[in-house]
């Protein structure tokens, strides 16, 4: 009866809201285009031109880009390090001295690696959980939760660490906890349905969605299910998966991988705030990014579009930006790289383009090398020590300074591939290259 409620109810919302409907690098420009703004009618549009094509520009003498404050970490205990999912502007020191350590698995790991208490945190494809000392420089403890049916599949693992325990949600529809210093399984449910989102815990209660966006409240403690939450469903399966983040006041945001944005009231009285779709009615699959909060604002990106909503909401600028990267956030600019390689800033309360420059005319004129021809796609954007850091897919570190006007101060070619996210703690970046080593840089 609770389902059909919320069925019911969802419809009703939908029915009634107002919905804003191995290529060579460093090649040409795309166009800006206006979109509409639905949301609110009364918000002045900040582009005028339809075809707004993006050129070089520099930044005028009247105009700075101002950064947050230089923060660190201690810990690293969730997916993008914060509830926010906002890493900000690092404090690190790219000296480039890198200590190798051992390797921690036979097998590929996934992505999501996390640090606490000087321990890193890994699963593999084949179902490992491990414990990497970073101290002793060795794997401390490791545990196989699946069958031998399931040896053979290969397991997506997501993780985040909870006072002292390890919580796991997989591809198989697993839910479950490890105490590893214990070395005890506190609980473990099978939903049957594969989970695709990252993690986030309020209050003791852990929230996820499944690949069907089905959002699920479980009881941390013991691993009960507290509720369930119905979303529109995909109309397809694509690489992207779900993403929450979490606002001020503890709404819960849900970005599906139907394109559609919700802001949730769960704890409470368990409702709908408001939703905002950006899939358009003429897609099929949505490729969007993980959602970043700053303060009162939120950023929603895809390989469309690039967008900034108010706490409301509303939608305050939309541009169309192609780029298969998750922009910054952080004082008053939104930075990005396009998918042809333009650097942009973005005036983060207007949605002008204030800075874009090809990243082959930044290098060229800096460095004689003909790096354009060897750096690939970029994959890693970070904001550190207030300079940009941009890491192409086959590991070129490229070093850009914000504070003068915006010129490349060191290329580094590294002898590995990163396969893992990266994490920075302490004035040192952390991440698993492609031989399942880890690094430890500065």
Same mark, same amino acid.
């Given at each position: 009866?609770?389902?059909?409620?919320?069925? =019911?109810?969802?419809?009703?919302?939908?029915?009634?809201? *107002?919905?804003?409907?191995?290529?060579?690098?460093?090649?040409?420009?795309?166009?800006?285009?206006?979109?509409? @703004? &639905?949301? $609110?009618?009364?918000?002045?549009?900040?582009?005028?031109?339809?075809?707004?094509?993006?050129?070089?520009? /520099?930044? &005028?003498?009247?105009?700075?880009?101002?950064?947050?404050?230089?923060?660190?970490? #201690?810990?690293?205990?969730?997916?993008?390090?914060?509830?926010?999912?906002?890493?900000?502007?690092?404090?690190?020191?790219?000296?480039?001295?890198?200590?190798?350590?051992?390797?921690?698995?036979?097998?590929?790991?996934?992505? *999501?690696?996390?640090?606490?208490?000087?321990?890193?945190?890994?699963?593999?494809?084949?179902?490992?959980?491990?414990?990497?000392?970073?101290?002793?420089?060795?794997?401390?403890?490791?545990?196989?939760?699946?069958?031998?049916?399931?040896? #053979?599949?290969?397991?997506?693992?997501?993780?985040?660490?909870?006072?002292?325990?390890?919580?796991?949600?997989?591809?198989?529809?697993?839910?479950?906890?490890?105490?590893?210093?214990? /070395?005890?399984?506190?609980?473990?449910?099978?939903?049957?349905?594969?989970?695709?989102?990252?993690?986030?815990?309020?209050?003791?209660?852990?929230?996820?969605?499944?690949?069907?966006?089905?959002?699920?409240?479980? @009881?941390?403690?013991?691993?009960? #299910?507290?509720?369930?939450?119905?979303?529109?469903?995909?109309?397809?399966?694509?690489?992207?998966?779900?993403?929450?983040?979490?606002?001020?006041?503890?709404?819960?945001?849900?970005?599906?991988?139907?394109? &559609?944005?919700?802001?949730?009231?769960?704890?409470?009285?368990?409702?709908?705030?408001?939703?905002?779709?950006?899939?358009?009615?003429?897609?099929?699959?949505?490729?969007?990014?993980?959602?970043?909060?700053?303060?009162?604002?939120?950023?929603?990106?895809? $390989?469309?579009?690039?967008?900034?909503?108010?706490?409301?909401?509303?939608?305050?600028? @939309?541009?169309?930006?192609?780029?298969?990267?998750?922009?910054? =956030?952080?004082?008053?600019?939104?930075?990005?790289?396009?998918? $042809?390689?333009?650097?942009?800033?973005?005036?983060?309360? &207007?949605?002008?383009?204030?800075?874009?420059?090809?990243?082959?005319?930044?290098?060229?004129?800096?460095?004689?090398?003909?790096?354009?021809?060897?750096?690939?796609?970029?994959?890693?954007?970070?904001?550190?020590?207030?300079?940009?850091?941009? =890491?192409?897919?086959?590991?070129?570190?490229?070093?850009?300074?914000?504070?003068?006007?915006?010129?490349?101060? *060191?290329?580094? #070619?590294?002898?590995? @591939?990163?396969?893992?996210?990266?994490?920075?703690?302490?004035?040192?970046?952390?991440?698993?290259? $492609?031989?399942?080593?880890?690094?430890?840089?500065?």
């Amino acid at each position: 009866m609770k389902k059909i409620i919320y069925l =019911i109810f969802l419809a009703f919302l939908i029915n009634n809201c *107002s919905f804003d409907n191995k290529t060579g690098i460093w090649t040409g420009s795309k166009n800006i285009l206006k979109k509409k @703004d &639905t949301s $609110d009618q009364n918000i002045e549009l900040i582009f005028k031109k339809e075809n707004e094509i993006l050129k070089d520009k /520099n930044l &005028t003498l009247n105009q700075n880009i101002k950064l947050g404050r230089l923060i660190t970490f #201690k810990n690293w205990t969730q997916s993008y390090q914060n509830k926010f999912n906002n890493i900000g502007n690092v404090l690190f020191f790219n000296e480039g001295n890198y200590k190798k350590l051992s390797k921690i698995s036979n097998s590929k790991i996934n992505k *999501s690696i996390l640090v606490n208490n000087n321990n890193l945190f890994f699963s593999d494809f084949n179902g490992n959980i491990g414990v990497f000392s970073l101290t002793d420089n060795k794997v401390i403890y490791k545990f196989n939760f699946y069958k031998k049916k399931f040896k #053979k599949t290969k397991k997506i693992i997501k993780l985040i660490i909870n006072k002292g325990s390890i919580v796991a949600a997989d591809n198989l529809g697993y839910v479950y906890s490890i105490n590893f210093k214990k /070395n005890k399984l506190n609980w473990a449910k099978n939903y049957l349905v594969p989970f695709r989102s990252n993690l986030k815990i309020i209050d003791e209660i852990l929230y996820l969605s499944d690949e069907k966006n089905k959002i699920i409240l479980i @009881d941390i403690k013991n691993g009960g #299910k507290i509720d369930e939450f119905y979303t529109q469903p995909p109309e397809a399966v694509s690489k992207f998966e779900s993403n929450f983040a979490i606002d001020n006041y503890n709404n819960l945001l849900f970005l599906s991988t139907n394109g &559609t944005l919700y802001s949730l009231n769960l704890r409470n009285q368990k409702s709908i705030n408001w939703i905002q779709n950006f899939k358009s009615e003429s897609e099929i699959i949505f490729r969007g990014r993980p959602l970043t909060i700053y303060n009162d604002k939120i950023i929603v990106s895809s $390989d469309k579009n690039i967008s900034m909503l108010g706490e409301n909401g509303k939608k305050i600028w @939309d541009l169309n930006i192609k780029s298969n990267i998750s922009p910054i =956030i952080s004082g008053n600019s939104v930075i990005t790289v396009n998918e $042809d390689n333009y650097l942009l800033v973005i005036d983060k309360e &207007t949605g002008i383009v204030v800075f874009s420059k090809n990243l082959h005319s930044l290098i060229e004129n800096e460095f004689k090398k003909n790096f354009q021809k060897k750096i690939r796609i970029i994959e890693h954007i970070h904001l550190v020590n207030n300079k940009l850091l941009l =890491i192409s897919n086959n590991s070129y570190f490229i070093e850009i300074d914000l504070k003068s006007n915006l010129k490349v101060s *060191s290329i580094k #070619k590294n002898p590995f @591939d990163i396969s893992s996210n990266i994490i920075f703690l302490d004035n040192e970046m952390i991440f698993v290259n $492609d031989s399942k080593k880890v690094y430890r840089v500065n």
